[in-house]
Structure formats: C-alpha cells, structure tokens
C-alpha cells in the first residue's frame, strides 16, 4: 500500500533557529519525492523535487535529502524566519500522476 | 509562469443549493486537471482526474454525480458540488498540470466552501 508518514506532527521553534522535518514513504512504482510549502487557507506550494538517483536539493533555506535505500527523506529548514510558519507536506510520486500526500508537519516560528 | 487561479476564494451557500468552482491555468495548458479536497488538519485527498475534452476520473468513494468536473478547455476546469450539504464544506483545491519532464502539478490557492 502507498502511504507516506511525517513527523513530528507539529513543531515550535525560535525565530533563527533550524529545525529538520521528516518522511518516510512506501511508494511504488516510485517517480519522485516532493516537499511543499503550504500556508494555511492557501495552496500548495513546491519546495524541492528529487529523483531516486538525487540525494540532496536546496532551494535557499531549504534542504532537502533522500535516501532511496531506506525511504526516507528529510526537509531541514536554516534560520527560521517568521513566514516559514506553515505545514509542510512530503508527497511521494507514483508513475506518471499520483501523489501520495503525507498529512504534513505544522511548523510554527515564534519571535 | 505556471500560475493556477481559483474562483471564488470563498464562498457560504445554503443546504440543498449547488455551487460552481473554476479552475485555470493563466499561462500553460494544463492536458491534466485535478481536484481535491482538504478537511481541518488533514492532508489533500485526490478527488478526481479530469482530461481536457474527456470525462473525468474519479476516485473511489467520491460520487460522481455530486461532484460534477468539467475540463472543456486547456486552461479551465470547473467543478460543481450539486445540492450541497454541510457534510460537503471543506476546502477545495485545484491542480493543473502540463507536459514537462515531472509531470509537475501546480496548485491553485483553495476554494473554502461553508454550507450553512
């Protein structure tokens, strides 16, 4: 069964600080592995997409990594600022279409 | 480039009444449309596929005549939740995607339907 899981469900964090989000995912026939940004009452948006062969993607303060073998990847933030209050959803891809959506870990930045 | 819109952002109706989201794609042709549904807290749920020009996909439990998907054109899709309940009120999202090398899926900004 495709499924993919987050944690921790919900993290507080200090304005400057950094913290590191994970997933795991069972995913097949796996495509690729996605993290998105998603502010509440608003829409998804992407972060970083990796393939199995990629291990590490940054987009500016985010970086995210996979590891193929075991599955898992992880979203670590740097310098936390205020706006990177959201949730943030890890979606493993399947052939052509299906995203398989994590239920998102809720990141709140405290000044 | 790769904006989706959603139309309205938000919007109450009364129970029994059916209400139309719209879905476009500004600036690529989206041969792909999908639309999903998001409760409190909870992650998106893939409601159905739609293809422009054919019928749409839907994904098993979602009922076909109560959501009615519409993908006339490359650039718009709508869906209408006909006689509505407030069982129905959710956010509701959109995504467009386009041929290009991930399948990308862009996503529109929600619709928050509340059914009085």
């Known amino acids: 069964k495709n499924q993919v899981e987050q944690s921790p469900q919900s993290l507080i964090i200090l304005e400057g600080k950094n913290c590191t989000l994970q997933?795991?995912?069972?995913?097949?026939?796996?495509?690729?592995l996605r993290w998105y940004k998603q502010d509440t009452g608003r829409g998804p948006v992407s972060l970083t997409i990796m393939t199995f062969s990629e291990n590490t993607k940054s987009n500016g303060r985010y970086t995210a990594t996979l590891d193929a073998d075991t599955k898992q990847s992880s979203l670590h933030i740097t310098a936390s600022q205020l706006s990177d209050s959201a949730s943030y959803i890890c979606v493993g891809v399947s052939g052509t279409y299906k995203y398989i959506f994590g239920t998102g870990t809720r990141l709140k930045v405290l000044a | 480039g790769a904006v989706v819109s959603q139309h309205p952002s938000w919007v109450i109706c009364k129970s029994g009444t059916s209400v139309k989201i719209e879905c476009r794609s500004l600036d690529f042709q989206a041969t792909t449309m999908f639309w999903y549904r998001q409760f409190p807290k909870q992650s998106l749920m893939l409601m159905a596929t739609?293809?422009?020009?054919?019928?749409?996909?839907?994904e098993q439990g979602v009922e076909k005549d109560k959501f009615l998907i519409n993908h006339a054109s490359l650039t718009l899709s709508t869906l209408t939740v006909t006689s509505a309940h407030p069982e129905d009120s959710s956010f509701y999202i959109c995504s467009a995607s386009g041929l290009d090398l991930y399948n990308e899926q862009f996503f529109g900004p929600g619709t928050r339907l509340t059914v009085l």
């Open positions: 739609s293809n422009e020009g054919s019928k749409a996909t839907y």
């Open positions: 997933c795991n995912y069972t995913v097949s026939p796996f495509s690729n």
